[in-house]
Structure formats: structure tokens, C-alpha cells
């Protein structure tokens, strides 16, 4: 069965430097690899995706990811943080065949301080 | 853009009680889902749906929970007897036939008193 593992519980990063927002992922097959986030009391909105391609993938706000294969990682990188960025970030992998559920890892809070 | 709408969005109720939560998915979308997420914790898939039957289920959905698709447009989830336990925000999904991408709801916050 299909895993994801955030490592990290918080991520507290300065307004203006570099974010990163670590997630390793376990599945059968090429993955399906997803990063959504999550504001306080809303639901989960999609930021980007990588299916096949290039493994750089770019999403909204200024957020990419880079798929590493031989890592097994999905880590989420905005160069510049910005204080609306806090928030709850949830990395997710679907495997390719099946029904094709979603596993999420726990998710990390991610704190921008002015 | 269309979106996954959900109803209510907060429902309070009381322990053994049931409850009935809605969803309406995009409308040219044919897998289902619910996911559930207990306050401060990851969010977890509880059962998919599609062409009118449950395909996959996890544990957490045991005799308790049964989901429906009564009318070509609305999606429930129903919970028979509420636990204290089953307080969480509940998402319903959905995904069209080719896309990659699930679409998620605004979620129904669920608290069980």
C-alpha cells in the first residue's frame, strides 16, 4: 500500500528566505505525486502535481516540487516565503492503477515570520 | 471554476445519534471519495465509489458508515450510530475518469457530543 512521510512537524522559516517542506513517499509503480494545502477551518486546495515529465513541476503562489526518483521525494521549495504561506501543507501520493485513493502523509505546519 | 460543494458545513450531534453528511461532486466526475481528517492529525481515506458501488474501503469504514449516490447528482455519507471517536472534518472528493487530479470539498466539520 501506497505511504507518504513528512518528516518534520513545523517549518518556521523567515519571511523572505527560502522554504522547503520535506516529503518522502512509498508505492508500487511510477507515483502519482501531489501537494495540497490547508488554511485554517478551509478545505484542502491543490498546489501542483507531478504524473510523468519533467521533474521539476511548478504550481500555484510561486510553490514547485522536485520529484527525485532514486530519493523516493516530493519535496515542496518556494524561494521566497511570504507570510500568507503559513499554513498546513499535506504532500500525497496516488498509486497508478486501482481506484487510485489518495494516502497523505501527516502533514507540516508551516510558520512564516514576519 | 466547478467545485465539490458539501452540506453542512458544521454538525453537532450527540453520541448514538445518526447523521447524514452531503456532497455534490463536479458534475462530469465519476469516482467518489470520502476522506475523514480527526483534528491534528493527517487525513486518511475512508471508502471510493464508482459506477454505483463502493470499489475500495479502509478499516475506519466499518458497518457504521454507508455512503449513497440516491440521485445521479448528490453523494452521502451516513453514519449510523455516532461515536464520540468519529468528531473530525469529513471531505468528500471527486475525480473525472482521465484526471489526474482529485478535487476536494470544503469538508463538513463533524462533532460528536
Known amino acids: 500500500a501506497q505511504s507518504v512521510a513528512q518528516p518534520e512537524d513545523q517549518v518556521n522559516v523567515a519571511e523572505g528566505n527560502p522554504l522547503t517542506v520535506k516529503c518522502t513517499y512509498s508505492?508500487?509503480?511510477?507515483?502519482?505525486l501531489f501537494w495540497y494545502v490547508q488554511y485554517p477551518n478551509r478545505g484542502l486546495q491543490f498546489l501542483l502535481k507531478?504524473?510523468?515529465?519533467?521533474?521539476l513541476v511548478k504550481g500555484s503562489y510561486g510553490f514547485e516540487a522536485e520529484f527525485n526518483k532514486s530519493q523516493t521525494s516530493f519535496h515542496l521549495k518556494k524561494p521566497s516565503a511570504l507570510v500568507s504561506d503559513s499554513a498546513l501543507y499535506f504532500c500525497?501520493?496516488?498509486?497508478?492503477?486501482?481506484?487510485?485513493?489518495?494516502?497523505f502523509g501527516k502533514g507540516n505546519q508551516v510558520v512564516v515570520i514576519p | 471554476e466547478p467545485e465539490v460543494t458539501q452540506t453542512p458545513s458544521h454538525q453537532v450531534t450527540q453520541m448514538g445519534q445518526e447523521v447524514i453528511l452531503r456532497c455534490v461532486p463536479i458534475?462530469?466526475?465519476?469516482?467518489f471519495y470520502w476522506y475523514r481528517q480527526i483534528l491534528g492529525q493527517k487525513v486518511e481515506f475512508l471508502v471510493s465509489?464508482?459506477?454505483?458501488?463502493?470499489?475500495?474501503k479502509s478499516e475506519i469504514f466499518d458497518d457504521q458508515f454507508s455512503v449513497e449516490r440516491p440521485d445521479g447528482s448528490n453523494f452521502t455519507l451516513k453514519i449510523r450510530s455516532t461515536k464520540l471517536e468519529d468528531s473530525a472534518m469529513y471531505f468528500c472528493a471527486s475525480r473525472a475518469r482521465d484526471e489526474f487530479l482529485t478535487h476536494f470539498g470544503p469538508g463538513t466539520r463533524l462533532t460528536v457530543t
Open positions: 508505492v508500487s509503480g511510477n507515483p502519482y
Open positions: 500525497a501520493v496516488r498509486a497508478p492503477y486501482g481506484n487510485n485513493r489518495l494516502a
Open positions: 465509489f464508482y459506477n454505483n458501488e463502493i470499489s475500495e
Open positions: 507531478y504524473i510523468t515529465g519533467d521533474n
Open positions: 458534475s462530469n466526475h465519476l469516482y
